[in-house]
């Protein structure tokens, strides 16, 4: 995807340049996610409004102690929240503008991630059972080793296409000298 500062134009929205040539479920598909977009962006608003206001009471009326750890768990919290949802809605932009397709597994998982970091910083420690922690580690774990085990995936098929490509260039530049020479006979 090129950077903002790259374009020269706004991007043509392929929904409409090719909804004529849509299934009945590809449209259907793309309304429902229209639609979620909607609504998970409302959701960052409002979401986005409570952290402002939790903000402001922090700094300014000094409601809440500075140096509290609790206060830093809520904002955090709050912020996490936040990036969660901006992420799980990019997802869903990116089906919109046909660059994805509905579940994107690698984005499922790095939102679950970030659900578990979100966990991490909220947590209190003090009285949460050894188990539990132990239960979210084990997940942060399992996450951890099948993001890489995702990427490591992505990687071998691009090396194979690298890989494909190179041989293709390589029958190419075998077969011209051939024709070269084929072609200097018929002369």
């Given at each position: ?80 929240t936040l990036l969660i949802a901006m992420e799980f809605n990019h997802s869903i ?6 660059q994805a397709h509905i579940i994107q597994v690698k984005t499922v998982i790095l ?77």
């Amino acid at each position: 995807m090129k950077n903002i500062a790259d374009r020269k134009r706004k991007p043509v929205p392929h929904t409409w340049k090719y909804w004529n040539v849509m299934t009945f479920y590809e449209r259907f598909e793309h309304s429902v996610a229209m639609i979620l977009s909607g609504l998970i962006s409302i959701i960052i608003l409002i979401a986005l409004w409570d952290l402002a206001r939790e903000v402001f009471n922090l700094l300014m009326l000094g409601s809440f102690g500075l140096l509290n750890h609790q206060v830093f768990q809520v904002i955090f919290g709050m912020i996490m929240t936040l990036l969660i949802a901006m992420e799980f809605n990019h997802s869903i932009i990116k089906v919109l503008e046909r660059q994805a397709h509905i579940i994107q597994v690698k984005t499922v998982i790095l939102i679950a991630q970030l659900a578990l970091a979100r966990k991490f910083i909220i947590l209190d420690f003090v009285n949460t059972e050894a188990s539990k922690i132990a239960a979210l580690g084990f997940a942060v774990l399992a996450l951890g080793i099948v993001h890489w085990m995702l990427r490591e995936r992505d990687q071998v098929d691009v090396h194979k296409q690298i890989h494909r490509q190179f041989a293709e260039d390589s029958l190419i530049a075998e077969q011209k000298p051939d024709q070269v020479a084929s072609h200097q006979t018929a002369k």
